[in-house]
């Protein structure tokens, strides 16, 4: 397992991935409108601004996707009323990043499909964003259980507890999760 120095407790961690997803962002947009940039080409169809504009926000979105697959691991190891989410978070950053790579693969590509390749293009991508909506659904519909109990927390009584593993609501006397079988109230 992973050392984790004293900078990487808590959720610290999460403003250098913001700041990196920033940075990225505004360089991009930046350097690739400056005339410079604009003005030379490749080939005479591709110009340096694609490729400044590709290369940050693709480091953009590779930070940010990290930023999700960290955000899943650092909540496996906590336990609460949103634990679930450790499911939801990464089919979603996916989702997103998947349906925003479409424009910033386009930036280098654009100037070399046909119409043909750009349908192919563009079906690949349809069918990326499907299984990317499809995975969230599922990751939704396995942890239906927490999100009910999480919306209707003011229905539980103060004597009900939450299961660690799937945040399905249990009564306080439960040793075991009726919906997963954990031991409540095991912190392992």
């Known amino acids: ?8 407790t808590g959720w610290n961690w999460v403003g250098r991935y913001v700041a990196v997803i920033l940075l990225s962002l505004i360089l991009a947009t930046v350097i690739g409108n400056m005339d410079l940039f604009i003005k030379t080409t490749i080939g005479g169809k591709l110009n340096a601004s694609h490729i400044v504009q590709f290369l940050g926000y693709s480091a953009a979105l590779v930070a940010f996707w990290v930023l999700g697959q960290r955000a899943t691991i650092a909540l496996q190891q906590h336990e609460g009323k949103w634990s679930f989410m450790q499911h939801l978070i990464l089919p979603a950053v996916s989702l997103m990043v998947v349906s925003l ?3 910033v693969l386009l930036l280098l ?4 499909l046909d119409t043909s390749l750009h349908n192919i293009y563009n079906w690949i991508f349809i069918v990326g964003i499907l299984a990317c909506a499809g995975w969230l659904v599922m990751a939704v519909l396995n942890q239906s259980a927490s999100l009910t109990a ?8 103060s004597q009900d507890l939450l299961c660690a593993g799937c945040g399905a609501s249990c009564k306080a006397t439960d040793k075991f999760c009726k919906q997963c079988g954990k031991v409540l109230g095991d912190t392992a």
């Open 1 to 8: 397992m992973k050392k984790i120095n004293q900078t990487d």
């Open 101 to 103: 790579a479409y424009s």
């Open 109 to 112: 590509l654009k100037s070399v």
């Open 150 to 157: 999480l919306f209707t927390d003011s229905k539980l009584g």
